[in-house]
């Protein structure tokens, strides 16, 4: 079994605590591993922990205006596949970067060997100001 390290960092040096899934698997695709965490991430924040949600996708603004922290946490839920498409569809058009260790991985369906701590970077790129 492999543990999974994420990490998510800004290009603006913000680094967020990071946290371990645990993965059966020795290898799997970028692709599985993103879906894996918005899957967890989602659950975790339907299940009510505090703060706020901060996946890789975000709730959509619809979500985000029925689901306020004044509803009850059964009542916040926030669709974990629509979630998944939308991080996908973030990692297409740059948003973030994935770094497995020291390397950068381009294309989703690519296999990740996973071992013990196998450190994941989601790094959100931060639009220059004025471009």
Do not use: Y
Not at 32 to 46: G, M, P, Q, S
Request: overall charge negative.
């Amino acid at each position: 079994m492999a543990t999974v390290i994420f990490v998510d960092e800004t290009t603006s040096g913000v680094r967020r605590d990071a946290w371990r899934l645990a993965v059966a698997e020795e290898r799997l695709t970028l692709r599985e591993l993103i879906r894996r965490r918005v899957h967890r991430e989602v659950a975790e924040h339907d299940a009510g922990r505090p703060g706020a949600f901060h996946g890789p996708g975000r709730p959509t603004p619809a979500e985000r205006t029925l689901n306020g922290d004044h509803r009850r946490p059964e009542d916040r839920a926030v669709d974990p596949e629509r979630q998944f498409l939308d991080a996908v569809e973030a990692f297409g058009r740059n948003g973030f970067l994935v770094l497995v260790g020291d390397r950068q991985i381009e294309d989703l369906d690519a296999e990740l060997d996973l071992r013990a701590d196998t450190e994941v970077c989601f790094l959100k790129l931060v639009p220059l100001v004025g471009g």
